[in-house]
């Protein structure tokens, strides 16, 4: 389990496997390499994948491999994902951490693409604090029945509030913390994200088709 809360940006340094059915990725962060173990479980821009192998880089922090198996490839972005890529990282959940978020399981349901961004700028605290951007994203449509206004959903593995919603679109704001220790403040019109729909929601749904 995890919360939505992105604690490092990593980058895309190696991808083996390209037949069909399964990837390997090695990433590189920040993160202390005594802190991760094999086994491990990391969320990757949404989908938690588990870490097969690590250690230190020369530089400072740790890489880290991990593998996707056909279902993650075709349901997520991960597909295509290159050398040099910038993806949210977020350790696993740990009994008696701050539940900042809310919580996501990183199984990504499908992916959604953005289809505006208006960065709003103003008066003079936009100078001082940086932008805010607000992001209009279309869902897939079996999965937009999930998504309400004012409820959570997780994007490229962030935690984010829904501010409206119509049909199957609906827009998200970004404050400018969120922009500077994220991917996105790279992100842009066309761009499509990992989407995962609130665990609530989901089983709210089925409930109801069961009755």
């Known amino acids: 389990m995890f919360t939505g809360l992105v604690s490092d940006v990593g980058t895309v340094a190696a991808v083996e496997g390209r037949q069909a059915g399964l990837r390997r990725l090695r990433i590189q962060s920040s993160y202390d390499p005594e802190s991760i173990a094999m086994g491990a ?13 690590f250690g230190a880089r020369p530089e400072g922090g740790a890489w880290f ?41 990183g199984h990504v349901d499908g992916v959604a693409q953005i289809i505006a961004r208006e960065d709003i700028v103003a008066g003079e605290e936009a100078t ?46 970004l404050i400018p913390h ?11 019109a066309g761009d499509d994200i990992n989407l995962e729909v609130d665990l609530m929601a989901r089983y709210a749904a089925r409930l109801s088709e069961v009755r």
Do not use: Y
Request: proline share 2%.
């Open 41 to 53: 479980s990391i969320a990757c821009s949404g989908p938690c994948l588990t870490v097969v192998g």
């Open 65 to 105: 491999d991990v593998d996707a198996a056909a279902e993650t490839l075709a349901r997520t972005t991960l597909e295509t994902w290159g050398v040099g890529r910038r993806i949210n990282l977020e350790r696993s959940l740990k009994i008696g951490d701050e539940l900042g978020g809310h919580l996501v399981t």
């Open 128 to 173: 001082a604090w940086g932008q805010v951007s607000r992001f209009d994203i279309r869902a897939p449509r079996g999965l937009a029945r999930f998504i309400a206004e004012k409820g959570s959903v997780s994007l490229d593995g962030t935690s984010l509030t829904v501010n409206t919603v119509h049909d199957d679109v609906f827009s998200v704001m």
């Open 178 to 188: 969120s922009l500077a220790v994220t991917t996105w403040g790279e992100r842009k």
